[in-house]
């Protein structure tokens, strides 16, 4: 089964039809740069033209970064504007390419359920947290491969700052970190949560993932283990195709 997926992230929207028997993009994504400020109306336009760009007909699954209930409305939006907030996403973006049924789902949610399904999770048991490290940070919590959704993990305090603003990528290119720098970080950042959650394995997502030799080997003192996503940067794309697929 072929059903599109589409990613919106602070700095990117991007998209492509997805192969769900094999998790894995049926052709090369397309991108745009997400529009700022980030409103409805001109994300909409975005999604619009990667979802033309392939003259894709059927069911769409669209990541939000933020919560997102009932598959549907957003209830925050740290990194996008904030009159996202309350908006019914599924029918504004439903509305934007043609009336195409829409499944949104948040951003790390969809990318989390992509890695269990097909990736670094597989057939892992216990307690597996997926992390996305980009514009902020995403969270997805798995329990014995159930997702707990929308648990928004980068926005705990963390030395009286919101985690994110001190461990995100956005962070380490703003503040001109160095990896050994924005390890140090990511460390004080997995160990806050690890306290919290003990899971038995981090799963590292995001653009980030990319680079995981640059950096993974310098955190330390962490008991769970630390893995890069399998599916990189295309997880969350993967993901929404396969709500999408599931709410239809």
Known sequence: M??????????????????LDLGDLTD???????????TPDSVA???????DHFGWTGPVGITFPG????????????????????VDARA????????????????????????????AG???QGTVILLTFGTGIGSAVFSDGVLVPNTELGHLELHGHDAETRASTKAKDDHELTWEHWAKRVTKYLAHVEMLFSPELFIIGGG???????????????????VPAQLQNNAGIVGAAMRAAKAG
């Open 2 to 19: 072929h059903i599109f997926g589409v990613d919106i992230g602070g700095s990117g929207i991007k998209g492509a039809p997805v192969d």
């Open 28 to 38: 090369e994504r397309h991108k745009v740069l997400t529009p700022h400020p980030a």
């Open 45 to 51: 336009d975005g999604v619009k033209e990667v979802v």
């Open 67 to 86: 919560v997102v209930t009932g598959g549907a409305t957003i209830r925050t939006a740290a990194n996008v504007d904030k009159s996202w907030i309350d």
């Open 92 to 119: 504004l973006l439903s509305e934007r390419i043609g009336g195409l049924p829409v499944t949104v789902v948040n951003d790390a949610d969809a990318a989390g359920v992509a890695e269990v399904q097909f990736g």
């Open 122 to 124: 597989r057939a892992r």
């Open 208 to 226: 980030v993932s990319r680079k995981s030799s640059k950096f993974l080997h310098l955190i330390e003192d962490i008991r769970a283990e630390i």
